[in-house]
């Protein structure tokens, strides 16, 4: 008998809070904490990332939202006051990017902090929440992959518990969730490792950042039997995936070539106790 977790983590006063919520908003908890660590090492405010989040947490959140609405819109128009139910998922990460990276121009600016600095403190907080928010999807039985098999689960040396939940629909599914949690959390890894060993200019753990993850969602997205699609065939995060991938290392080699003024990634600011 498969052991199939609940979408809903407890009830309080009727409504139902579920694992999604509770996963997206620890993400979001751990990110502000180490983002706010490295702005006073770089010689900023841990207010500074309080600050913006309080207006960029909703503004990513509706954008995640609207995204997701606009390539499945059809769904929507049939009934559309479930354009306003995210309780239950469908928040599209693109989307919110792109939201808050406005935002953050504009915060950046307002408050004369430079827009680069503010990305790189950023850049590992954030890929870091998305491989814990992938935990979210997975709660919800969401971002999962093509049929398979039991066994062939089996042979990933899988917790039981992950396999019974990749039983949906009927089929067993490629676990693509796992996949991409799994390689944003080596890239948070590796940006801290490389930000430590001082090989970053300025600029350039963000730039990393957005080379790795569309790598990944690249090929991962490859797998995914719900993805949202545009003219029918082409897989929106694939070629957003694939756009954003060499338009990095174009701004990089760009920077590099171009610019022999670029700031070295500067953590001299504040203690070096217990980096991460």
């Known amino acids: 008998m ?13 409504i139902a809070i579920y694992w999604y919520a509770i996963i997206i908003v620890t993400g979001v908890i751990i990110a502000m904490f180490l983002s706010s660590r490295e702005a006073v090492r770089v010689g900023l405010k841990a207010d500074d990332v309080t600050d913006f989040m309080l207006v960029g947490l909703p503004v990513a959140l509706i954008g995640a939202r609207l995204y997701y609405v606009l390539f499945d819109l059809p769904t929507y128009l049939n009934d559309p006051l479930q354009i306003f139910n995210v309780r239950s998922g469908g928040l ?14 504009i915060f950046c600016r307002h408050h004369f ?52 939940n990749m039983y949906i629909e009927g089929h067993f599914r490629q676990p693509t969730f796992l996949y991409e949690s799994v390689w944003n959390v080596l890239g948070f890894l590796i940006l801290i490792f490389l930000r430590n060993k001082n090989v970053f200019k300025e600029g350039e753990v963000f730039l990393s950042y957005i080379i ?39 701004i990089l080699i760009y920077r590099r070539k171009n610019n022999q003024k670029l700031k070295d990634y500067d953590r001299s600011h504040g203690s070096n106790r217990f980096l991460i």
């Open 212 to 250: 790795w993850y569309s790598l990944g969602r690249f090929f991962i997205e490859g797998m995914r039997s719900d993805s949202l699609y545009l003219f029918g065939s082409i897989r929106i995060s694939q070629a957003l995936s694939f756009i954003l991938f060499f338009g990095a290392w174009g």
């Open 113 to 164: 902090i430079p827009i680069w600095k503010f990305l790189d403190i950023a850049a590992p907080s954030i890929i870091l929440a998305q491989g814990i928010g992938r935990w979210g999807n997975f709660m919800n039985h969401e971002a999962y992959g093509a049929v398979t098999t039991k066994d062939f689960l089996q042979n990933l040396h899988l917790p039981q518990f992950i396999i019974d």
């Open 92 to 105: 599209a990460i693109y989307g919110g990017l792109i939201a808050g990276g406005i935002w953050l121009v």
């Open 2 to 14: 498969l052991a199939v977790v609940d979408r809903v983590a407890f009830e309080i006063f009727g």
